[in-house]
């Protein structure tokens, strides 16, 4: 008996039984769609993630004093760019950064969700920023603490009509002059986005705010000195604090690093509890063979009768398992499909941004090869007790 | 010439606790090709321990079973799967077709289990079927079709395969007495075209239809010869009386 033969009969049967084989299917169809849906949703994840932190720059440092801790010294913006220099094997620009708060105004309208920012003059290169028109923060504005700022593209295109290089605006009650327009970043800017922003020189928004100088960021010269740039840096910072607790150096590659594996540790464990469900479908088939077999022991006996080995009874059975999970995993794959893409545009519109959820191919290769594989190896023990079958017990059965 | 089934002191017995039944007790008997024999006896007298092991379906606990001069007692399961795929055709009480597949499907599984290429099966299995007068009946499902239909398709069944002996328990057994004499014509008419027939019966009226005639009695063979000399259906009554009469 060939090989086809017994597709065609493990056909046959489950054709004659639609709804058990869909039943007995429905614990591999479930699982396999899950465990897509699931891959396909931690590849999306890691994916935005990687993509939110490239556009942060991914050959950034960030250096934070906090000046927590037993220390009562600090570290001066000096000392940091001559930090910089002196390792300039490795680490290529700095800019001090000083977050601002209570708002700016522009012509009386307060704006909420505008961020200013102080920076230092090569900010914009560390963040690659194009300035499009005027120009950029420079090193004069810093020494000599000027009003003078920055805005991003939402700014000038939504209060200045597109040409605010020379207007005003306040920040903190003071009034600041627009020196230079950022090219848009995104082909929409809005709101509270990365082009709704004001940059002002460093020491004017540490005066303005009547803080210190603590955070730094600083661009590497590849990211691959992560690790090095990340060890001269504190190196230096505890010889200067003498205390580890008071700064702390973050490379945005080794966050980025980190939180991909915390992703795929994610992925792992969910696809794992998903995994369980295939076992739980591959047991149902089982069951539902022993129950098919003992309900067909007497055509057993009687194909034993004419002839057929015991072989051919095992490929039988093992083909009829393999044949319905295989086809739970293939109604699997396609719900999982279904499903991804109405989770794909679910997500990107929550977001607010594009989110795809794709499992790939080699994840549903896999699946189809589990769930085929859970009917041969949950098929088996069935098929083995048809094979075994006594003949002439088998024929009297009823 | 050496016979195609022969029986050298054969027994079977079944072990079941500390009892042991003999089925078979040291049976010798010879069948020629072409032979139209009945196996008979009442009810536990050991006719289907004897079947089983003509059919190949079991072998014997002791002695010799020799099938066209091949011994059934050394082989294994695979042989013995083999053997009653080629050499035998069963007909049963019970017409054991199997439910999900049409007549014309059912008559080819014993090819299918040969090897018989598809094209070449359904054109054996269509004859086999135009031979019991099935022919335009062949995607019927058994369910669709009488006893007696149903029992020709088992006889095309066992017949399809070309065996050397075409083994009957109980042919008639499920069928009304008009049907069931169909049957056994179609059994003769099979001898006559050169088949060895044995058929198994307990009802004497229908074990005088073959030539010969083997009658068994707690695993004994009490007669063995032509099925119309008087002791062949006597001798049993004669017992039968006897013991009444004590
Ligand atoms: N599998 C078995 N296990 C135990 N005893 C059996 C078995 N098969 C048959 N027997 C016994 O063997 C004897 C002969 O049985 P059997 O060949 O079926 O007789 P018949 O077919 O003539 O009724 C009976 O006593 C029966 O109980
Ligand atoms: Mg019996």
């Known amino acids: 008996m060939k090989i086809t033969e017994a ?19 429905l614990g591999i169809i479930i699982g396999v769609m899950a465990v897509i849906v699931i891959v396909g949703l931690g590849n999306g994840l890691s994916n935005y993630v990687t993509e939110s932190f490239s556009s942060l720059g991914t050959n950034t440092l960030t250096v934070s004093v906090s000046g927590r801790g037993s220390s009562t010294r600090n570290v001066s913006v000096d000392q940091m760019y001559e930090l910089v220099d002196e390792n300039s094997e490795y680490l290529e620009y700095i800019s001090p950064t000083v977050n601002v708060s209570g708002g700016v ?7 909420y969700y505008t961020s200013t ?41 939504t209060y200045f009509g597109g040409s605010g290089v020379g207007e005003t605006l306040r920040v903190g009650g003071r009034m600041f002059t627009v020196v230079g327009v950022l090219e848009a970043s995104s082909s929409e800017p809005e709101e509270g986005g990365t082009d709704d922003a004001v940059y002002i020189p460093y020491s004017t928004a540490a005066r303005l705010s009547g803080t210190t100088i603590n955070s730094y960021t600083i661009t590497m010269r590849s990211e691959d000195y992560a690790s090095e740039s990340k060890a001269v840096l504190e190196d230096a910072l505890l010889e200067i604090f003498g205390d580890s607790d008071s700064y702390s150096v973050i490379s945005m590659s080794e966050m980025l690093e980190s939180m991909t594996s915390m992703i795929n540790v994610l992925v792992y464990v969910l696809a794992g509890i998903a995994a369980i469900s295939l076992l739980v479908g591959g047991i149902g088939i089982m069951n539902i063979m022993l129950v098919s077999v003992t309900e067909r022991t007497r055509e057993i006996g009687v194909r034993k009768s004419l002839g057929a080995k015991e072989r051919y009874i095992l490929e039988q059975f093992i083909i009829e398992a393999a044949v319905t999970s295989a086809l739970g995993g293939s109604l699997g794959i396609v719900l999982g499909y279904g499903l ?8 990107s519109s929550a977001i607010g941004s594009s989110f795809t959820v794709d499992p790939g191919l080699s994840a549903v290769m896999l699946a189809f090869g589990i769930s085929a594989g859970i009917g041969v190896l949950f098929g088996f023990l069935p098929a083995r007790k048809a094979a075994r079958l006594n003949p002439i017990e088998a024929l009297h059965f009823d | 010439m050496s016979a195609l089934i022969e029986f050298q002191k054969v027994s079977k017995i079944y072990k079941m606790g500390d009892a042991t039944v003999v089925a078979a007790n040291e049976i010798s008997m010879r069948i020629q090709k072409g032979e139209f024999v009945s196996i008979v006896g009442s009810s536990g007298s050991g006719k289907s321990t004897c079947m089983n092991i003509i059919g190949c379906l079991d072998v014997p606990t002791s002695g010799t079973y020799l099938l066209d001069g091949r011994d059934v007692g050394s082989m294994n399961k695979n042989e013995l799967a083999e053997i009653r795929n080629k050499m035998l055709g069963f007909i049963f009480q019970q017409y054991n077709l199997l439910p999900k597949l049409n007549i014309l499907e059912n008559v080819e599984v014993p090819l299918m289990y040969r ?15 135009e031979k019991v007068g099935l022919g335009d009946k062949l995607r019927h499902r058994p369910s669709q079709l009488s006893g007696g239909q149903q029992q020709r398709v088992s ?13 009957a328990d109980e042919p008639t057994g499920a069928l009304d007495s008009r049907t069931g004499r169909e049957v056994l014509a179609m059994l003769q008419e099979l001898h006559n075209q050169g088949h060895t027939v044995v058929l198994i019966t307990h009802d004497n009226s229908i074990a005088v239809e073959a030539e010969r005639i083997i009658r068994l009695e707690d695993g004994n063979v009490v007669y063995d010869g032509p099925s119309d000399a008087p002791e062949a259906v006597v001798t049993a009554r004669k017992r039968e009386k006897g013991a009444v009469g004590q």
Request: hydrophobic share 45%.
């Open chain 1, 7 to 25: 597709f065609t009969l493990a056909l046959k049967n489950i054709r004659t039984s639609k709804m058990r084989t869909f039943l007995t299917m």
């Open chain 1, 105 to 111: 105004r522009i012509d009386g309208e307060q704006l």
């Open chain 1, 117 to 157: 920012t102080g920076v230092g003059e090569d900010y914009f290169k560390i963040k690659n920023y194009t300035v499009a028109s005027g120009r950029g923060i420079s090193f004069g504005d810093i020494d000599q603490r000027k009003s003078v700022c920055v805005i991003g593209a939402y700014l000038n295109d």
């Open chain 1, 340 to 347: 991804s893409a109405i989770a794909s545009t679910v997500a």
């Open chain 2, 115 to 129: 090897g018989v290429p598809r094209a070449k099966r359904h054109e054996l299995a269509k004859a086999a079927l």
């Open chain 2, 155 to 167: 006889i095309a069944r066992a017949l399809a395969g070309d065996p050397a002996v075409i083994l």
